[in-house]
């Protein structure tokens, strides 16, 4: 019996669960969402939010005790500088796991894990996303102007 076990084993030795706890929260801080099996995604919530929680004190010894963790100083960097700030004033409840499909060959049900987003930063996010498609459309017009006087 696993009285007072915590956490789950996921068919994996000790060693290899903190390596992929480590990749999939890693992963779900560069990308702010992730797809992959419901209880990878439930265990890797719980070091995610953990991982939140020490960004918000913004100290040293929580910067350390991340960069444990998280592996790229990027990722770090942005943990501290721009996810942290975004839950300043929440008291927990950092990121949400959905429920997706069931995976073709195993039947492994997926599950995509995500940062909660105010609607507030939707609509900064779906705001720079338009607005970086408008400069791409500008570049493609330009390119293909100069094309067009090429030929003539």
Same mark, same amino acid.
């Given at each position: =019996? *696993?009285?007072?076990?915590?956490?789950?084993?996921?068919? *994996?030795?000790?060693? +290899?669960?903190?390596?992929? =706890?480590?990749?999939?929260?890693?992963?779900?801080?560069? +990308?702010? *969402?992730?797809?992959?099996?419901?209880?990878?995604?439930?265990?890797?919530? *719980?070091?995610?939010?953990?991982?939140?929680?020490?960004? @918000?004190?913004?100290?040293?010894?929580?910067?350390?005790?991340?960069?444990?963790?998280?592996?790229?100083?990027?990722?770090?960097?942005?943990?501290?500088?721009?996810?942290?700030?975004?839950?300043?004033?929440?008291?927990?409840?950092?990121?949400?796991?959905?429920?997706?499909?069931?995976?073709?060959?195993?039947?492994?049900? =997926?599950?995509?894990?995500?940062?909660? /987003?105010?609607?507030?930063? #939707?609509?900064?996010?779906? /705001?720079?996303?338009?607005?970086? &498609?408008? &400069?791409?459309?500008? @570049? #493609?017009?330009?390119?293909?102007? #100069? &094309?067009? &006087? /090429?030929?003539?």
């Amino acid at each position: =019996m *696993r009285h007072k076990k915590d956490g789950r084993q996921l068919s *994996r030795t000790a060693a +290899h669960r903190r390596a992929l =706890m480590r990749n999939l929260t890693t992963s779900l801080f560069e +990308h702010e *969402r992730i797809e992959t099996t419901l209880a990878k995604a439930k265990e890797t919530r *719980r070091v995610a939010e953990r991982m939140i929680t020490y960004a @918000k004190r913004n100290d040293l010894h929580s910067r350390r005790l991340v960069a444990r963790v998280v592996q790229d100083p990027l990722v770090v960097r942005k943990l501290f500088e721009t996810i942290a700030p975004w839950y300043a004033a929440r008291p927990g409840g950092y990121t949400r796991v959905l429920r997706t499909r069931v995976r073709q060959g195993d039947a492994g049900e =997926m599950a995509l894990l995500e940062l909660v /987003k105010t609607a507030e930063q #939707k609509a900064a996010d779906r /705001k720079a996303r338009d607005e970086a &498609e408008k &400069e791409r459309e500008a @570049k #493609k017009e330009k390119k293909e102007k #100069k &094309e067009r &006087e /090429k030929k003539e």
